[in-house]
C-alpha cells in the first residue's frame, strides 16, 4: 500500500493521529502538497462519501473522517499559500434567521470542501441581507440555505425574494435541504435544487458549476 493510499485509508477511518503521522512523513519526504490533498486527503473523503449515502456509513462516522481530512489539510495549506489551489467554484451555505440547527449544514460544508469547492460558510441564524452581502463578496456559483424548523422554512422564500429585489437572482444557483424541506417546497419557493443529504449537495453543486 503507498503511503497515499494509506493516508486515504487513514481519512476513511477518521484515524486523526494516523492522518497526522502519514501527512507529516509525506511532506518529509518532499511528497507534492497537491497530491498530498487530491490522492490522499480528498481520495479518503471519496471512500466516505457512497458509504455514506449507501447507508454503511453514519454522521458521526463521516465527521470523524472529515475532522481527520482537516487535520492533514491544516497541514499542508501553508505549503500551498503560494500555489493555485484548484477549486471546483464557490458556495455560500448558511441556516435560514431564526434557525440556529447546524449539525447538517455543517456536514454539508466538510463533503463540499473536501470534494474541493471554497465554502463560505456564513453559520447560523443568517438573515437575508447576510446572503445578499455574501453573494456580492464572493460571487458564489451556489448559495445554500439549510432550515430544521418548519417555523424557518419560509426565510428560505424570504432569501429568494430579496436576492430578486436586489437584482442578483439571476447570478447564483440556489439549493435548499434540511429535515423538513422537499423537493415540491424547493420548487414552491423558486430555489434551483433540492439535496435530501450532504451528498446530493455535493452532486447538485457539481452539476450546477460545470
Ligand atoms: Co431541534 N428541533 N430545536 N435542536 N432538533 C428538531 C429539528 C425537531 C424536529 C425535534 C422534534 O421536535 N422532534 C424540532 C422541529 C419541529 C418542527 O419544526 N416541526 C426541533 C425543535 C422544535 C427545536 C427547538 C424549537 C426546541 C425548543 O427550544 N423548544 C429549538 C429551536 C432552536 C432554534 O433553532 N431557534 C431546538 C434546538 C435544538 C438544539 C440546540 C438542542 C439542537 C441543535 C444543535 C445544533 O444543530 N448545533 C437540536 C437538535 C440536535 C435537533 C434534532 C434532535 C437533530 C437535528 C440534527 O442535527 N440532525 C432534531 C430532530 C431530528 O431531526 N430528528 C431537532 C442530524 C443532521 C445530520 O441531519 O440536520 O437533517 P439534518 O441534515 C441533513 C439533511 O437534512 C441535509 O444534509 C444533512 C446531512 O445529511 N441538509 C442539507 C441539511 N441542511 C442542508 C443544506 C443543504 C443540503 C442538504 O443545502 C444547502
Request: with cysteine; net charge negative.
Given at each position: 500500500m503507498s503511503?497515499?493510499?494509506?493516508?486515504?485509508?487513514?481519512?476513511?477511518?477518521?484515524?486523526?493521529?494516523?492522518?497526522k503521522d502519514i501527512t507529516q512523513q509525506?511532506?518529509?519526504?518532499?511528497?507534492?502538497?497537491?497530491?498530498?490533498?487530491?490522492?490522499?486527503?480528498?481520495?479518503?473523503?471519496?471512500?466516505?462519501?457512497?458509504k455514506f449515502k449507501s447507508g454503511e456509513m453514519f454522521v458521526p462516522e463521516v465527521m470523524m473522517s472529515a475532522r481527520a481530512m482537516h487535520t492533514g489539510m491544516e497541514m499542508v495549506k501553508p505549503l500551498i499559500a503560494?500555489?493555485?489551489?484548484?477549486?471546483?467554484g464557490t458556495i455560500i451555505i448558511g441556516t435560514v434567521a431564526g434557525d440556529l440547527h447546524d449539525i447538517g449544514k455543517n456536514l454539508v460544508v466538510m463533503i463540499l470542501g473536501s470534494?474541493?469547492?471554497?465554502?463560505?460558510?456564513?453559520?447560523?441564524?443568517?438573515?437575508?441581507?447576510?446572503?445578499?452581502?455574501?453573494?456580492?463578496?464572493?460571487?458564489p456559483q451556489v448559495l445554500g440555505m439549510s432550515a430544521l424548523l418548519t417555523t424557518t422554512m419560509p426565510m428560505m422564500q424570504n432569501?429568494?425574494?430579496?436576492?430578486?429585489?436586489?437584482?442578483?437572482?439571476?447570478?447564483?444557483k440556489i439549493i435548499v435541504g434540511g429535515a423538513p424541506v422537499s423537493q415540491d417546497f424547493a420548487d414552491k419557493i423558486g430555489a434551483d435544487?433540492?439535496?435530501?443529504?450532504?451528498?446530493?449537495?455535493?452532486?447538485?453543486?457539481?452539476?450546477?458549476?460545470?
Open positions: 503511503t497515499l493510499t494509506q493516508l486515504a485509508d487513514a481519512v476513511f477511518k477518521g484515524d486523526f493521529l494516523g492522518v509525506l511532506i518529509e519526504g518532499g511528497t507534492d502538497p497537491i497530491e498530498i490533498i487530491n490522492q490522499g486527503l480528498i481520495e479518503g473523503m471519496n471512500i466516505v462519501a457512497p503560494d500555489q493555485d489551489v484548484p477549486s471546483k470534494a474541493g469547492f471554497k465554502v463560505v460558510d456564513l453559520g447560523v441564524d443568517v438573515p437575508a441581507a447576510k446572503f445578499i452581502d455574501a453573494v456580492k463578496e464572493h460571487n432569501t429568494i425574494n430579496a436576492l430578486q429585489e436586489a437584482g442578483l437572482r439571476d447570478t447564483v435544487g433540492f439535496a435530501a443529504d450532504a451528498m446530493a449537495a455535493k452532486e447538485i453543486c457539481e452539476k450546477y458549476v460545470n
